[in-house]
């Protein structure tokens, strides 16, 4: 921008960048003594089997509260640990605090998937497969049980070290979940070559179903998509009925979203979890 040109005066413009950039740094030094000051911890939202309403299992989502920042959501701290690189340390860290979980529910005799989401620089990280592998072995995790939730963006941008750690990943046991399916760009073929087994489809198009016929074409061809691919097919977003009977109609084989159960703190989900197991089968 031209501040002159614009009219803004060069004075207001240049504070205005100077209270952004403090309040970036103020959020950077924050979020650099956030896990050390145990305030980060993990919600956990259930993903629900669309035929039997069980539970298969929980997504795991970074929550920080800060004294002088509240609340901080997701899509504000999670591209300021990327841009940093804190995102490594804190990626390693919400993998083993999933993962404990998820040895805890298999201790209890309720044993559900965990699903952690795994941003672009920690995909970029060629360590990282040999890094979950030991977290893992340390929680005592059946890998079986773990989930990684990659997008559509992470693979693009490194798509080569992507392929080799998606692989080592699915070696050890692992599923790969594609999130925010038809948000970015996905090719059939990367579909096809990559061991993904799991396509999320992002809410935006969910919340369009039954209203916006566009909506219902979209996700009419990615359940079809999914189907003739063999793949799992997680609805994201699901808030009425409506989108639940729409979803169930066309196939879709899981569903996640308010109308199921938000993201809840780690003994509530418990409690979740081991009411619906106490229900007698049928
Ligand atoms: P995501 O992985 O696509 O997660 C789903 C988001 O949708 C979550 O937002 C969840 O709270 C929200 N959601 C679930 N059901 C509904 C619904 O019915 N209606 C609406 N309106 N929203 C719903 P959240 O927790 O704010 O997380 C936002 C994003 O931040 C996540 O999107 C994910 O990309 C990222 N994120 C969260 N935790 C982590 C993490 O531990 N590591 C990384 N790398 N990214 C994370
Ligand atoms: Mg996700
Ligand atoms: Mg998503
Ligand atoms: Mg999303």
Redesign the pocket.
Same mark, same amino acid.
């Not at 997504?59 to 970074?62: D, G, K, R, V, Y």
């Not at 996640?256 to 109308?259: A, F, I, K, T």
């Given at each position: 921008y031209d501040a002159k040109r614009t009219g803004v005066p060069t004075r207001l413009y240049s504070s205005e960048l100077r209270r952004r950039a403090t309040a970036q740094l103020q959020l950077h030094g924050a979020l650099r003594r956030a896990l050390a000051r145990e305030e980060m911890h993990l919600?956990y939202?259930p993903v629900l089997d669309l035929v039997d309403g069980g539970i298969v299992a929980f997504?795991?989502?970074?929550r920080w509260d800060n004294p002088q920042l509240g609340r901080v959501?997701?899509?504000r701290f999670?591209p300021a640990a990327e841009e940093t690189g804190l995102?490594i340390e804190l990626?390693d860290w919400?993998l083993a605090a999933a993962a404990a979980q998820g040895r805890r529910w298999a201790d209890l005799g309720a044993p559900v998937a965990v699903a952690?989401?795994?941003?672009s620089r920690?995909l970029a990280d060629a360590a990282l497969p040999a890094r979950v592998e030991r977290i893992v072995a340390d929680a005592g995790l059946d890998p079986e049980y773990l989930v990684i %939730?990659i997008?559509e963006t992470a693979l693009i941008e490194h798509d080569e070290q992507a392929a080799r750690s998606l692989s080592a990943l699915s070696d050890l046991g692992a599923a790969i979940a594609l999130?925010?399916f038809g948000t970015g760009y996905s090719s059939f073929a990367r579909l096809r070559r990559l061991p993904i087994g799991i396509i999320k489809i992002d809410?935006e198009f969910v919340a369009g179903l039954g209203a916006d016929p566009d909506a219902d074409a979209i996700v009419t061809a990615m359940v079809g998509l999914a189907q003739g691919l063999g793949l799992l097919v997680t609805a %994201?977003?699901?808030?009425t009925p409506e989108q639940l009977s729409a979803l169930s109609e066309l196939g879709c084989t899981h569903v996640?979203?308010?109308?199921l159960g938000r993201?809840q703190s780690a003994a509530e989900a418990t409690r979740t979890l081991l009411n619906q197991s106490a229900l007698p089968p049928g």
């Open positions: 919600a939202q997504e795991a989502l970074m959501p997701p899509s999670i995102i990626g919400a952690v989401n795994i941003s920690q %939730e997008t999130d925010d809410r %994201e977003g699901v808030e996640q979203g308010h109308l993201p």
